[in-house]
């Protein structure tokens, strides 16, 4: 909270003071030097009696705008940490993008089918003309897919 009005009263002075300002006289880093890896593990571990806004921008993690305020990215800073922990940011990131995920549900249509989409279908390697023996139970159904070899057993 003090920074915050120091930067205020700063703010009626000289840009470049406001610049160069941190709460405690130092420079702070520039931007584009923002920490990663161990670094910015370390760094966090060296500051961690500091405030989150405080310790971002102590990393790197901040821009100036045109009028020299100073911004804290801390979502950049949190993705930095985690990426440096070892956390996956991105699990979908291996995926196409395209469709949707199987759910392993289907519901009855208004005209009474059950259709299976093609993901199943694909999962399973079926082919179209594929053929299927349905046994019914008590609130479920059986699918037996029916291959050449069952035709030949029943003969």
């Known amino acids: 909270m003090l920074y915050f009005i ?11 003071n406001q610049a160069s300002f ?7 880093p520039n931007a584009s030097t923002a920490l990663t890896g161990k670094a ?3 760094k966090v ?3 961690s009696h500091l405030p989150r806004r405080e310790t971002a921008k102590a990393c790197g993690y901040y821009s100036t705008s045109k009028e020299g305020q ?11 940490v985690l ?20 759910t392993f ?4 249509h208004k005209n009474g089918q059950i259709v299976i989409g093609s993901t ?6 079926l082919k179209s003309g594929d053929e299927f023996e349905i046994k019914l139970g008590y609130k479920h159904i059986h699918l037996k897919q029916i291959t050449d070899s069952d035709d030949e057993e029943e003969v």
């Open 6 to 16: 120091l930067c205020r009263l700063l703010k009626k002075t000289s840009p470049r």
């Open 22 to 28: 941190n709460g405690k006289n130092n420079p702070m």
């Open 40 to 42: 910015l593990l370390n």
């Open 45 to 47: 571990k060296e500051l």
């Open 70 to 80: 100073v911004r804290v990215n801390l979502t950049d800073f949190y993705d930095a």
């Open 83 to 102: 990426a440096a922990k070892g956390v996956p940011l991105d699990p979908s990131g291996t995926k196409d993008g395209r469709g949707r995920e199987p």
């Open 105 to 108: 549900r289907v519901s009855v």
């Open 120 to 125: 199943y279908t694909q999962e399973m390697g």
